[in-house]
């Protein structure tokens, strides 16, 4: 990324209330006089200013702050200018502060200024696109608290260590006959402490993953059993086509639905299970099969109204060895296939896809299945997936330590792995991060932020 004055608007395209453009950089006072004539903006108050192009012609008339350095979210001088939220008002201020010297900001530009700036550490950086990117609550919750900067504290703090260990050795080498070599044993306890800490990190993100885009929950069952009812009555909307002809459901549907505890799960519709001589059912009950063999959670759905067949068996035989929920459909008609269940079914539910008491439990039954909980945003946690394979590089490194020392190979032979595992933690936590990986972090924000 390139130096200068950037501006870019930081509102989404269309119409709306407001639209906001964002200008930072070492042009902001000057960019500030022409566009808002009058006394000069005072710091950090919002003051109603007329916005005016090249030729002093009003644009609009909206709200302009004005934020000196190093006290900004950039730490330059920044200049927001609140206008109406027309398209036309919107690109218009925004080619007049290209024209007075400003250029069009890249994606993220705004946000590693502040990283550059010492404003944010990359894991709270990181965070920042994880915020805007949220769905629900919980992923929300998780991105805020990452934002604080516990997480990269936390790294920090392991990395310090490490780099105490490599200090140790390294005076050992350097000045043998004055310095004693660290203990093996001790310098084991030390790694193995270090390795716990980022064991339990790898754990979060398994979990926060779930939080923020959902477990996956295929919805299974021989055709006509009442899955995209069930569907769409978790939804809570008619998503998915019902018809009383079995084999509607040709292909997948997939959407997101809310839980408890901030969670998200993602509900996988799918096409009625059996063996089909016709080639577009076949096709769908192959996507069925996918969803099954990758779903974190299986819900399986058979017609309680009509003894159990032979596809229904099938279906029920094959799951047993799945992380599965059983819910007997159609209830309001008739028990006589749950009735007839085997008691590997024995803690099936039972109840009809049109009554909400019936959801509620399939809802509440879900929540109490899906993974191991919720993140505690408390403590420090994993936000992306660079950040996972980050810690799991360190962990390799760790191991080929221990490896060394279970081997009981000179003590300096370690130096090599503990500093790979130091210079890990520290792309992670952007201390050593490189353009490159400080290009692929910035490139998923938004342009404007």
């Known amino acids: 990324m390139g130096g200068g004055t950037i501006a870019a608007i930081a509102t989404p395209p269309g119409r709306g209330a407001i639209a906001i453009v964002r200008v930072s950089g070492p042009l902001v006072r000057d960019i500030a006089r ?35 350095a190093p006290h900004s979210y950039t730490g330059e001088d920044v200049l927001e200018l609140h ?22 900001a890249e994606a993220g530009e705004f946000t590693r200024r502040a990283y550059e700036a010492g404003k944010l550490d990359l894991c709270a950086a990181e965070a920042v696109a994880e915020l805007i990117a949220a769905e629900h609550r919980g992923a929300a919750r998780a ?29 050992t080498l350097d000045f043998p006959d004055e310095v004693a070599a660290p203990d093996a044993s001790d310098v ?36 006509n059993a009442g899955k995209s009812s069930v569907f769409n009555g978790l939804l809570g909307s008619e998503r998915a086509l019902v018809s009383e002809l079995a084999g509607t459901t040709r292909d997948t549907l997939e959407e997101s639905v809310a839980l408890g505890d901030g969670g998200v799960a993602r509900l996988i519709d799918t096409a009625g299970m059996r063996h089909s001589a016709d080639a577009l ?29 032979p596809a229904a068996s099938d279906v029920l035989r094959r799951t047993r060895a799945c992380e599965r929920l059983v819910y ?26 049109h009554a909400r008491a019936s959801l509620e439990a399939v809802r509440a039954a879900l929540c109490r299945r899906l993974g191991d909980g919720p993140v505690d945003v408390a403590r420090p946690h994993l936000g992306t997936a660079r ?16 490896e060394t020392l279970d081997a009981h190979a000179p003590l300096d032979l370690v130096a090599s792995d503990l500093a790979a595992a130091h210079a890990s933690l520290g792309a992670l936590s952007g201390r050593d991060a490189g353009e490159a990986v400080l290009d692929a972090v910035f490139a998923r924000f938004c342009v404007g932020k």
């Open 83 to 104: 206008v109406h939220g027309s398209t036309a008002v919107a690109r218009d201020t925004m080619l007049a502060a290209l024209a007075l010297g400003a250029r069009a």
């Open 143 to 171: 991105a805020s608290a990452r934002m604080a900067g516990g997480l990269a504290s936390e790294v920090e703090r392991l990395r310090a260590e490490l780099a105490t260990i490599l200090a140790e050795l390294t005076a």
């Open 281 to 309: 059912e076949a096709a769908g009950v192959a996507r069925s099969e996918g969803a099954l063999a990758a779903a974190s959670l299986v819900l399986v759905v058979v017609d309680a109204s009509r003894p159990l067949d």
């Open 188 to 223: 084991r306890v030390r790694v193995e402490a270090v390795d716990g800490a980022l064991e339990e990190l790898a754990r979060t993100w398994e979990r926060g993953q779930v939080m923020r885009e959902g477990a996956a929950v295929a919805i299974v069952g021989p055709p």
């Open 34 to 68: 022409a566009l808002c004539p009058g006394a000069p903006l005072r710091p950090r108050r919002a003051e109603t200013r007329p916005v005016v192009d090249g030729d002093g012609l009003t644009i609009d008339r909206g709200l302009a702050l004005f934020f000196p």
């Open 387 to 402: 950040q996972a394979d980050a810690v799991l590089e360190a962990r390799r490194s760790l191991a080929a330590v221990r």
């Open 328 to 353: 007997f459909n159609k209830a309001d008609v008739g028990r006589v296939g749950y009735d007839q269940r085997e008691p590997a079914e024995g803690a099936a539910l039972l109840g009809c896809a």
